[in-house]
């Protein structure tokens, strides 16, 4: 692994186009790690600072298209678990974030990637395609 090597965990938000009317979820962007993150082996806790302004830039550059779909993160597990710190985060998120219709939660584990939406108030795996 080039950036990242999960000894300690890296994470930031999901940026792209959301395209409602045919289901479709473009990602174009994600953010990396800012020295305001806290960060350990075993957790990842994303600050405001950084990331937003990233998120302004991206939604200004593109002429206020690219929104944000949610964030990710990596767990040094073959296959990733959510932790209960990351289920109660996500439901946080999923909370504060109403504007958007659904945030997609990423784990990149060692060997698998896995993503989650919450949907009232409830954590689903999304299937593979
Ligand atoms: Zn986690």
Redesign the pocket.
């Known amino acids: 692994m080039h950036e990242y090597d999960f000894r300690i965990?890296s994470g930031g938000i999901i940026v792209g186009y959301l395209n409602l009317a045919d289901k479709q979820v473009i990602i174009t962007d994600i953010t990396t790690p800012f020295s305001e993150d806290s960060r350990g082996r075993?957790?990842?806790k994303r600050s405001e600072y950084g990331h937003q302004q990233e998120m302004d830039r991206l939604w200004h550059e593109s002429g206020q298209k690219k929104t944000y779909l949610g964030e990710w993160?990596t767990?040094n597990q073959s296959i990733?678990v959510?932790?209960l710190?990351?289920k109660r985060d996500w439901k946080r998120i999923d909370k504060i974030n109403k504007n958007y219709k659904q945030a997609f939660f990423v784990?990149v584990g060692l060997n698998k990637l896995k993503v989650w939406t919450v949907s009232d108030g409830l954590i689903r795996e999304m299937e593979e395609v």
Do not use: G, L, Q, R
Request: glycine content about 0%.
């Open positions: 965990e075993n957790y990842f993160h767990h990733p959510p932790s710190v990351d784990i």
